[in-house]
Every structure is written in structure tokens, then in C-alpha cells.
């Protein structure tokens, strides 16, 4: 997540009771979630291949894009050209096979004339590639192998990529010191040499350097000569302590095929994420280095993974870049490990005054950037808060518990210079921010922080630091008020970006005050509703209304808000349910546009106002931050989110949105939470299984009509109150009935 000038193995297999329990679903039209699972690609069509694909219940299987193993083989030739030399025989046989007869690329001169072969793999991958190369020429040429995430960037013409198919055809670049865009492409920095000893053929060559993340591979030679091809494949190396990196210990399924996919790839993009600690790059390069990413993370353990910000590149652990990939990864792998290295690295980084860098310290280029990014102070509490919640680890908040409280403390000293008290961190040079810097009294950094003020407030009553508790929440109420009272703009009906711009109205400002409680309902709806009207454009929400004259970024397409606003439109207490509607309706549309680029499995770091990837070739593809949307439809689309430290109490809401049915496992630390529901047309009925050791709430829409609601048969509420002396009651948008014991359970609301 790179910003240079802009500033920018818990494993709880779901239980044959639990299967049994939810095969009760089945009067109702569903299916447990283990009786039509399928192996991944099994069956006569796909989700990702059949547009006309029709989700089942329980069939969650195809969806995974995960390998099953760490030998991954393309799937297609893309393309065979073999400009000024040739290529004889068939392309295919670089796909391999028994009794395959090998291609050979032939070059007349240097890497200008040398025949191109482009392997597809289908979608994302990353790792080591390996060709077998059966024979070469008596003075052979060098083999080198080029990547790209996307054809639109893979160097194939002299202009591309300010020049980089004279030096690396065929790839995108990984490298801000040559072929960022707007700097002309000098050596070739991108491809990677694969060395061979003639006398030895034929072998398997073995790059050795991975390359993060790529979707496409180009074979090229340098020199005249011949090489013979007839087998090309990849060390998988992403998730490399995920023996099966297909098995998934949370899932998410729906009616909609194309919410269904969103979740999928969300949870694949975070696992092309994970990596050995080993594997972070260091810049800069020096003139004329290659390729490599084989540098330590600063204080991570050497033997454990990390979730870098994206796979190509900066791979590096960032601290904006967790907030999102850690719950993406509880929700569906469990690869509790890489998180706990990754969180933990970046704790042991904090200076001595309490602010923690925004990244990991590799290299010197990330080492000027220590003090740059004080937004991401604010995103280190919320990490280790979200840890906390999703796991019940209290050892670990032990730990880090003075850390924590010292970034407070250098928070609250930067709020406290200002007489208005309100955040802004420009008169202490941390201003650097996801995508900009307005170095003002931000909308978006103050909300930030007036959560991790009711964050810190539950962690001390966890910490045992009852006082504390009490000062963070206060100071909460206080900053609250101060937002609303400074950056609510009440005949706009929405939320500024500062004090310094008061007439730019963007949508990190608005969807964040609305997630962390700084809007109330009205405030909330008119927010959502300024959005919809200003910011919403062809491929989703933009950052700013296209006529903000004086916004110090641009209209483009971001993924982390946009990610925010979708959850912040069902979260909105919306009668009518259009605005919660509306959240699915913009992942459709911006993931789902990204879906239908390259690489088509993964999520992209940013996109201009044309849609774009939005620094060109340089763009990461594969970029943790923008799969939000994961976290979003299994916390409030399932509507399974912990509501106590690990899950000991949780909270089943469903939103449906429009939906007809959702299904999905949730691992806890206790066991899975399975649940299911369906819109009826009478009414709405919820099966959620939990484990024991665990309570909570379970509720079911009234979508705008009055019902009675049954628990397990029997009746809790008769349309106006509890009945039976249950723990139930209404908000007029739910019936919620509290202190639900572990099992399973079935809660069904209907018309009167």
C-alpha cells in the first residue's frame, strides 16, 4: 500500500450434530451446509464460469478460488507471438501433459525480437514458477519470465508502461524506482532470469524468486538461439502454512451469485496476502537490481506468516490494510498465526512518545515514512480491539495492553493542542493519509478516533481498569459532539471533510461518522442520502462529489471507504430497507466491476473516475484492503457478529436487503456458529446453531409488518410484547430475543 508523494490455527470442523441440526432447514427449502457440498470445481458448471449459475443451498464449495494444493499448472495459453523469431509446434505443450511433444521459442536477437508465450493461470496467484525445458540450442539464449496481474498492463508494445517492453515484455511493474507511471522505464527491473545448465536437459528449471502476485506469465529469451518448453508450473507460495489452502473454516452463501463470488474473492485476495515473514520487499532498489522479495519484517517471527497490504507489491504489513484483513481472515481461514505475527510486528515498531508507524520498517523508503501516517495510529487500536473481540484472546491483550494505552496518550496530546478538541495532525507532521492529505480537522480521522475511545473503554473493563474504562467513554461523549457540533453540516445534510474544507463533502467523512456512532439515525439516513445523490457514478461510490471544487483529492474510485459505505448502508435503521438495499447495490456494482477486469479473482488497491486501476501498471490487484465487503455480508448479511470478547455472547441479526435466503459458517474459539435464514412470504424464519460455552441474541426482521415470533415453537412475542415470559422485544424493525442458550435454534416471525 504504497503512498510515496500522494500519502498516501484454530481449525473447528463443523460437527456431524451441528449438520444434523441444520438439516432441519430443509421444510423450508434449504439444504445443511454439508449435504451438497462439492469439491471445489466439481460439477457441470461453475459460478465464475456460467453466467447463468444458480446458487444451492449448502453448495459453497465451487466458489472457493483457493488451490488444493501448492502445485498450481496455468490453465490456457493466452498467447503466442512470435514477433521477429518463431514458435514451432504447438503453444499448448507449455501447459504440459504425459507424452507431450515440447514448443520451441526461437529468437533471432535480443529480447526486442524474441518470441512472446503467455500463459493464463486462470486467476491470482503468486510463488516460484518452474519450466521444464527439455532441450536448448548449442549457444542458448536466457529464458526469463515476465508477470502481470492484468493484460491491460502486461508490456507488449513500445509505449507501454513508459517503455518497459523494451527491457521486460510482458510485464507489469512491481518497482516505484523505474516504470512508475510518469518515469520512463530504464533496465529491466521486473522479469526474472531462469538460470539453466545446458549439459543437465532436460530439467525443471525453478525460479528462484517468487513473484507475489501475477496473473499472467511471459516466456521470453534474450540472445539468439532456441529453447524447448513442454511443461510450465508454480510453487504456490502464498498461505504456505494452509496445507490445503482450499479448506475454509467460515464460508458465506446467498440467493445472489454475484454477493456469493464478492465474499469469495474477498477471502482468496487476503490469502494471496499471506506470506512468510521472509518475503517482504525493501526499497529502494539500487540502479539496475531485479525483481526480489526476500527481506525480513522488522520483529516478526522468521517461522510464522504475515498479511502483507498487497501480494505484488508493497509487501509490507500495514497497519489500514489489517483492520480489514484480520476479520477477513477469523471469518474464513482461522489463520489466527499470520495475524497475530502480523499485529504483533507492528506493535514492537512503537517510538517511545506512542505513536506507532503506519508500516512495516523495511527498507529505507518506509523508514523515512515512520512519522508520516497518524490516521493509522488510530487503525493499530482498532486492530488489536477487533483481536480481542473476534478472538477472546486476553493473553494477548495483556501484552500489548501498555502499547495500546500509549497510543492513546499520543492521540489524545495531539487532540488536546487543538482549543475546538478535535484531531489534526499537521502541526505534528503525521498527516499522510490512505489516500490524501488535508492535514485539517478531518470528519473522517476524528470518528476514527472517538471509536477507538469506546474501544479502549471496553478493553479496560476486559484489562480489569475500571477507571480507565470510564475517562475513555466520557471522553467519547465529548469528541462526539464535537464532530456533530464543528463538521455536520445540517442544510447539506451531511458531513465535511474538515474546518479547513468545509464545502467537500466526501465519503470516508460520511460513511465512518455513520459506523462509529457519531451520526444518529436521521443524521445517519440524510448522510447515505447525500452520497446516493452526489458521489454514486457508473462503477460505484466515488471519494468526493465529481463538483467538489476544492477537494485536495480527485473523484476516484477507493475500495477501503467504499468498503466502509456499503457497511455503513446496513447498518443505517432504514424502515423502508431501500438504503440497506443500497449497500448490496454498490457491491454489485464496484466489486462487481472489478470482478470483470483482470485478475478477476481479486481486489484492486484503488481505481480512477474512468475505472481504471488508479496508478496504471503499478496498481496492486490483489489488495487486502478492499475486501471489506467479506466482513460485511457475514457480520450483518448473515447478521453473525461477536458481541463478547471470542464470541462467549454474539448477536444473529440478519439484514436481508432484498435477499431470499443466506446461509454461512462462522468459526469461533468456542466452535462454528452455523446459521441460516429465509425471507418468507409471510414472514422470516432464522436456524442458528451455536456451541457451548457460548449465549446470545437472536432477532428476525418484521420488514415493516407486525408479527408474532416463535422460539423452537414456541411463541415469544404476539405482535405487541413478550409472551411466555421471554426475554423478547422490538424495536419495530426486529424482534430480538436475548439470552439464547447454545444449540440450535429456530426463530421464525410471522405476518399477522
Excluded at 132 to 158: D, I, N, R, W, Y
Excluded at 275 to 290: F, I, L, Q, R, V
Aim: charged content about 15%; some cysteine.
Amino acid at each position: 500500500m504504497i503512498r510515496i508523494s500522494r500519502h498516501r490455527t484454530r481449525k473447528v470442523a463443523l460437527t456431524a450434530a451441528v449438520s444434523a441440526a441444520l438439516a432441519t432447514i430443509l421444510p423450508m427449502g434449504l439444504a445443511a451446509p454439508s449435504a451438497l457440498a462439492a469439491a471445489p470445481g466439481a460439477g457441470p458448471s461453475s459460478p465464475w464460469s456460467d453466467s447463468g449459475y444458480q446458487p444451492r443451498p449448502g453448495d459453497w464449495r465451487p466458489y472457493v478460488l483457493a488451490p488444493t494444493s501448492h502445485d498450481v499448472k496455468p490453465v490456457a495459453v493466452l498467447s503466442a507471438d512470435p514477433r521477429s523469431g518463431a514458435i514451432q509446434g504447438d503453444p499448448k505443450a507449455a501447459l504440459g501433459g504425459p507424452s507431450v511433444k515440447p514448443v520451441r521459442l526461437v529468437s533471432s536477437g535480443d529480447r526486442t525480437q524474441s518470441p512472446l508465450l503467455t500463459l493464463d493461470f486462470g486467476k491470482e496467484v503468486g510463488g516460484k514458477i518452474k519450466v521444464h525445458v527439455a532441450g536448448v540450442s548449442s549457444t542458448p539464449p536466457k529464458l526469463h519470465v515476465c508477470f502481470s496481474e492484468s493484460q491491460q498492463f502486461a508490456a507488449t508494445t513500445p509505449q507501454a508502461n513508459n517503455g518497459e517492453a523494451a527491457y521486460a515484455p510482458g510485464c507489469d511493474t512491481a518497482n516505484i524506482w523505474t516504470g512508475y507511471p510518469g518515469v520512463a522505464y530504464t533496465y529491466d527491473a521486473d522479469s526474472h532470469t531462469l538460470e539453466f545448465d545446458a549439459s543437465k536437459l532436460p530439467a525443471t528449471v525453478t525460479d528462484p524468486q517468487l513473484r507475489g502476485g501475477f496473473r499472467y506469465a511471459t516466456l521470453f529469451l534474450d540472445g539468439a538461439g532456441w529453447v524447448d518448453v513442454d511443461g510450465v508450473s508454480l510453487s504456490f507460495d502464498a498461505v504456505p502454512k494452509q496445507a490445503n489452502p482450499a479448506d475454509y473454516q467460515g464460508w458465506f452463501l446467498s440467493s445472489d451469485n454475484e454477493l456469493n463470488k464478492i465474499w469469495f474473492a474477498g477471502a482468496y485476495t487476503v490469502q494471496m496476502d499471506t506470506w512468510m515473514s521472509d518475503t517482504a520487499k525493501s526499497w529502494p532498489y539500487t540502479a539496475g537490481e531485479p525483481d526480489h522479495a526476500d527481506s525480513q519484517v522488522p520483529y516478526a517471527d522468521p517461522g510464522q506468516e504475515v498479511i502483507f497490504d498487497g501480494a505484488k507489491r508493497d509487501r509490507i504489513v500495514w497497519q489500514g490494510d489489517l483492520a480489514i484483513q484480520a476479520p477477513v481472515t477469523y471469518l474464513s481461514t482461522g489463520d489466527l498465526a499470520a495475524v497475530d505475527n502480523s499485529l504483533s510486528s507492528l506493535s514492537a515498531q512503537q517510538l517511545s512518545d506512542g505513536y506507532v508507524p503506519g508500516e512495516s520498517l523495511v527498507g529505507q523508503h518506509n523508514e523515512d515514512e515512520i512519522r508520516t501516517y497518524g490516521e493509522y495510529v488510530t487503525w493499530y487500536v482498532y486492530n488489536h480491539y477487533e483481536h480481542w473481540l473476534y478472538t477472546g484472546d486476553t493473553a494477548y491483550l495483556d501484552k500489548w495492553w501498555p502499547s495500546l494505552t500509549k497510543a492513546m496518550t499520543w492521540l489524545e496530546s495531539v487532540r488536546s493542542q487543538d482549543p475546538q478538541g478535535l484531531i489534526a495532525f499537521g502541526n505534528v507532521g503525521s498527516c499522510g493519509h490512505y489516500g490524501y492529505s488535508d492535514c485539517g480537522h478531518e470528519t473522517y480521522v476524528n470518528a476514527l478516533y472517538a471509536r477507538n475511545l469506546d474501544e479502549m473503554a471496553e478493553l479496560a473493563k476486559a484489562h480489569g481498569a475500571a477507571s480507565d474504562a470510564a475517562s475513555y467513554a466520557s471522553r467519547s461523549v465529548v469528541l462526539k459532539k464535537a464532530i456533530n457540533d464543528q463538521l455536520w453540516d445540517s442544510a447539506t445534510g451531511a458531513y465535511r471533510l474538515s474546518r479547513e474544507t468545509p464545502g467537500v463533502y466526501p465519503q470516508d467523512a460520511n460513511a465512518t461518522a455513520v459506523l462509529t456512532g457519531v451520526a444518529d439515525a436521521d443524521q445517519a439516513q440524510r448522510a447515505m442520502d447525500y452520497l446516493h445523490q452526489n458521489t454514486w457514478s457508473t462503477h460505484g461510490s466515488l471519494t468526493v462529489s465529481p463538483s467538489a471544487a476544492h477537494a485536495p483529492m480527485g473523484p476516484m474510485y477507493e475500495p477501503l471507504p467504499s468498503g466502509f459505505e456499503a457497511s455503513a448502508r446496513l447498518a443505517v435503521p432504514d424502515p423502508s430497507g431501500d438504503t440497506q438495499a443500497s449497500g448490496l447495490e454498490l457491491m454489485r456494482a464496484f466489486w462487481g466491476y472489478m470482478l470483470s477486469k483482470d485478475p478477476g479473482s481479486a481486489w484492486w488497491e484503488k481505481a480512477n473516475a474512468a475505472g481504471d486501476p488508479g496508478i496504471s501498471q503499478f496498481t496492486s490487484l490483489a489488495h487486502g484492503w478492499a475486501s471489506g465487503p467479506t466482513v460485511t455480508l457475514t457480520d450483518q448479511v448473515l447478521g453473525v457478529t461477536p458481541t463478547g470478547a471470542g464470541y462467549t455472547s454474539y448477536a444473529v441479526v440478519p439484514h436481508p436487503a432484498g435477499l431470499k435466503w443466506a446461509q454461512g459458517n462462522v468459526p469461533t474459539p468456542h466452535g462454528d456458529i452455523a446459521v441460516s435464514w429465509q425471507a418468507l412470504t409471510q414472514g422470516f424464519q432464522l436456524h442458528a446453531t451455536t456451541p457451548a460455552g457460548t449465549s446470545g441474541r437472536l432477532a428476525v426482521p418484521t420488514q415493516g409488518k407486525r408479527v408474532s415470533v416463535r422460539l423452537d415453537g414456541r411463541l415469544v412475542w404476539d405482535g405487541s410484547r413478550a409472551a411466555g415470559g421471554a426475554n423478547a422485544t422490538s424495536d419495530g424493525r426486529y424482534v430480538y430475543v436475548d439470552g439464547v442458550q447454545a444449540g440450535h435454534h429456530v426463530l421464525h416471525a410471522q405476518n399477522l
